[in-house]
């Protein structure tokens, strides 16, 4: 590296951080060629408008639901397998029906919603923290760190998502076994999602940190003498964010399907506590009996949630991709 005086190391940190948000990938997201995009797809713009309804369905379920289904004093039995209110026998209280313990369908759904997304946001920041954090050490620090983490992110690449969270719930199991699971499911849940999912991260940062390292802004950090920690945090990290938002926009989606799959295996969510998938799997069991919109509905309703998540992370990749602008 050539000689660079204290007094032009500072200069360039210094007008590195004054460089205009727009050439940051993590600042783009406000960019207004991002937001002329984002009005010219009418597919992504509908996508936005029904993720938005879903989550203010999902976290005010609490004032708008018709009923509450976690009150086991509103709740009664003789309301059990109630058919939706368009067909014979219906009941106008319960305008989808009720599952086999008398709980309103459209309230479950609300509150299964709410669940699902508040374990795949506490999944998702958790396995990016995770994996952001170890991207940056490998990347950065090279040599013998930055090969046993890859090689531990490849040996997890060779398992699915869903069997790591399988068996990380069953050493829970086993560790916790005298203890009530229902208590624990929530947090067990999301540390199997965690590390089910930060290898992604991690191999993403890890590519960009080796080539944000390597530029000018960085090697005259280093001479004026700033810590590693800092460099990392302060001046790579922000840059290596835009990848980051689209992975952690996809990863939403992922952690709602195998929350859900894991709930309808019976290892995620308790049925005292259902989310979308633990919806599912009670209405699995009467889905040839005739009582259809047990499963039907939260099954729907996971099936919109995915698909506007989706296409919101589609729209992203392709926006924050300078060969598609």
Known sequence: MPYVSNEEAKAAVQDRAGLPTSQGHFTKLIDSDMFHSFLRSKITVVAAIGTLILFLLAFLAPWIAPHNPFDLASISILDARVPPVWMEYSDPRFLLGTDDQGRDLLSGIFYGMRISLIVGFCSVIAAAVIGI??????????GRVDAIIMRIADVQLTFPAILIALL???????????????????YILIVSLALSFWVQYARTVRGSTMVEKNKEYVQAARVIGIPSVIIMARHILPNVMGPVMVIATINLALAIVTESSLSFLGVGMPPTQPSLGTLIAIGNDFLYSGEWWIAIFPGLALALLVLNVNLLGDWLRDALNPKLR
């Open 168 to 186: 990380i719930d069953g050493v829970a199991a086993g560790i916790f076994g005298g203890l009530d699971r229902e208590i624990f499911a929530f």
């Open 133 to 142: 954090s170890l991207g940056l050490v490998a990347g950065y620090m090279g």
